[in-house]
Nanobody, 120 residues
């Protein structure tokens, strides 16, 4: 069984920065793609950024140039550095991780989410 836990959310003023973390634990053999998603009230969940095991990244147009996704493979951890935050970035941010467990078979696990609020 794999657990995924996000942290680092909070309240920040427009133009400020936050760094989110996502840590996976359990009997993990390998992790493939790690991704950040967000969901604002009354809106659908949307992709923010993904990063592959080889370090290839992909960003939503709305965050390009402001957000940076990275990962620490030995620690099974992913980060999202968010700069120049805007009120429209306010949402619950979720981490998604897929890979292979030690006993064989794949997993695709979501975290519980961390709230980011951008407001003056």
């Amino acid at each position: 069984q794999v657990q995924v836990v996000e942290s680092g959310g909070g309240l920040v003023q427009p133009g400020g920065s936050l760094r989110l973390s996502c840590a996976a634990s359990g009997r993990i053999l390998t992790i493939s793609t790690m991704g950040w998603y967000r969901q604002a009230p009354e809106k659908q969940r949307e992709l923010v950024a993904t990063i592959t095991s080889g370090g290839r990244t992909n960003y939503a147009d709305s965050v390009k140039g402001r957000f940076t996704v990275s990962r620490d493979n030995p620690r099974n951890t992913m980060y999202l550095q968010m700069n120049s935050l805007k009120p429209e970035d306010t949402a619950t941010y979720y981490c998604n991780i897929d890979g292979v467990i030690a006993a064989g078979g794949r997993f695709d696990t979501w975290g519980q989410g961390t709230q980011v609020t951008v407001s003056s």
